[in-house]
Nanobody, 120 residues
């Protein structure tokens, strides 16, 4: 079993920066994808940024140019660097790891979430 622990959230003024971390409790061999989601009150959870095993990245239009997803394999950690934060970025942020679980099968691990609050 793998546990994901997120950190780095907090309260920041608009225009500020935060870096979120998502640390896995152990090394995982076959990670197919890593991603960050967020969920604001009263809204559905949405994809913010994703990275494939090959290193390709994708971002929600609302965060392009401001957020960057990255990975440190040695530390079993995924990061989300956030710049130029806006009040509408306020949400609980979750990391997700999609791992290969067998031929044609995948399994998702989720973190517990970390609150990001951006004040205007």
């Amino acid at each position: 079993q793998v546990r994901l622990v997120e950190s780095g959230g907090g309260l920041v003024q608009a225009g500020g920066s935060l870096r979120l971390s998502c640390a896995a409790s152990r090394s995982i061999c076959r990670i197919n994808a890593m991603s960050w989601y967020r969920q604001a009150p009263g809204k559905q959870r949405e994809l913010v940024a994703g990275m494939t095993r090959g290193g390709s990245t994708n971002y929600a239009d609302s965060v392009k140019g401001r957020f960057t997803i990255s990975r440190d394999k040695a530390k079993n950690t995924v990061y989300l660097q956030m710049h130029s934060l806006k009040p509408e970025d306020t949400a609980v942020y979750y990391c997700r790891l999609t791992v290969a679980a067998g031929p044609g099968l995948e399994y998702d691990y989720w973190g517990q979430g970390t609150q990001v609050t951006v004040s205007s």
